[in-house]
């Protein structure tokens, strides 16, 4: 197994060394590490080369874009595996090793359990309870939209943060893989799923697969204004980057 792991980054100069660090720490290091700049305008590319880590750009900003760019990069270089976290996230120490198991038992797209750090700022007691249950929420909410169901589809929708998911190169190609959107269009992670739903039922999302993800966007939307974010954009704010 030939494993990369892709992070898409925008103007994440700030924050984006703790992320970094994770990665470090992760127990299982027998992986690639990719930065993809996504149009950047802070100096994250020099920082993460700082790391020695390598980077290549995508000037079409976009998470899906970016995504896209660095998963195809990685599949061309040789790539058999490859898993994706976000550049404000920090995957738990055995997020490598627990992704490559679940690869093993026969998934060829693996999920996870977003959980929200506590190291940005100091979370507020409803914060710490209502984030895993609006997740949670969210998540069997899913099963039943419209917009995820299809009778092409070959096994249930399953929940997957673009910033804790991985893929065989295979299965992406095969899929289509990421559209190449920006964050304020489509969903791309959900995009993904359901893509590869009509291709396969080799799928499901791991609870030992643990990243812990940033809280700002909750913080800048407030609790309704994230909701109705994740509910197909409901909610348009006037700066979608929360930095």
């Known amino acids: 197994?030939?494993?990369?792991?892709?992070?898409?980054?925008?103007?994440?100069?700030?924050?984006?060394?703790?992320?970094?660090?994770?990665?470090?720490?992760?127990?299982?290091?027998?992986?690639?590490?990719?930065?993809?700049?996504?149009?950047?305008?802070?100096?994250?590319?020099?920082v993460?080369?700082?790391?020695?880590?390598?980077?290549?750009?995508?000037?079409?900003?976009?998470?899906?874009?970016?995504?896209?760019?660095g998963v195809r990069y990685a599949v061309a270089h040789g790539a058999t595996h490859v898993a994706r976290?976000?550049?404000?996230?920090?995957p738990r120490a055995d997020w490598v090793r627990n992704i490559r198991r679940a690869f093993g038992d026969g998934l060829e797209m693996v999920g996870g359990?977003?959980?929200?750090?506590?190291?940005?700022?100091?979370?507020?007691?409803?914060?710490?309870?209502?984030?895993?249950?609006?997740?949670?929420?969210?998540a069997a909410f899913g099963r039943?939209?419209?917009?995820?169901?299809?009778?092409?589809?070959?096994?249930?929708?399953?929940?997957?943060?673009?910033?804790?998911?991985a893929i065989t190169a295979d299965l992406y190609e095969r899929a289509g893989g990421f559209p190449r959107t920006a964050i304020e269009e489509v969903h791309e992670d959900r995009a993904l799923v359901n893509r590869v739903r009509k291709v396969t039922a080799a799928y499901g999302s791991r609870r030992d697969v643990v990243v812990y993800g940033s809280?700002?966007?909750l913080r800048a939307y407030g609790l309704a204004g994230t909701l109705a974010w994740y509910a197909d954009h409901r909610y348009r704010p006037d700066v979608v980057d929360i930095r």
């Open 48 to 69: 993460v080369r700082r790391h020695g880590v390598q980077v290549i750009h995508e000037p079409r900003k976009g998470t899906g874009a970016a995504s896209d760019t």
């Open 85 to 90: 976290t976000d550049a404000d996230c920090l």
């Open 144 to 165: 039943f939209r419209p917009g995820n169901r299809d009778p092409l589809h070959k096994g249930p929708y399953v929940m997957m943060p673009g910033c804790n998911l």
């Open 215 to 217: 809280v700002r966007r």
């Open 1 to 46: 197994m030939d494993l990369w792991v892709i992070v898409p980054a925008y103007n994440e100069a700030a924050g984006i060394e703790a992320t970094l660090r994770a990665l470090a720490a992760q127990d299982d290091r027998g992986f690639t590490l990719l930065v993809v700049d996504n149009a950047s305008t802070d100096g994250t590319a020099e």
């Open 113 to 138: 359990r977003l959980v929200p750090r506590t190291d940005e700022f100091p979370l507020r007691f409803w914060e710490r309870r209502l984030i895993p249950f609006v997740i949670d929420v969210a």
